[in-house]
């Protein structure tokens, strides 16, 4: 199976965890994360991703320099 998460997904571990919603989405991305590493599904990119990606004022957050990008398997839509 492929999936696409939006910029927002790959940022919500960063966000503030106090709030319900917020943990429970985080939750959500790491189960995505280890389904990915357990070769169950497969993260789709997109030419928007890597824009918006590229656009982040953080550098620490991009896609770029997440090490967990190495393991996982990326796919251009």
Known sequence: MKVYLDTCV??????NQSQPRVWLETLAFT????LVELGKITLVNS?????????????????C???????LRLTTS
Do not use: C, G, H, M
Not at 47 to 63: C, G, Q
């Open 10 to 15: 790959y940022n919500r571990p960063f966000d």
């Open 31 to 34: 189960v995505i994360l280890q």
């Open 47 to 63: 030419s928007v991703l890597a824009y918006e990606n590229s656009r982040n004022p953080f550098p620490p957050l991009t896609l």
């Open 65 to 71: 320099t997440w090490p967990a990008r190495k393991q």
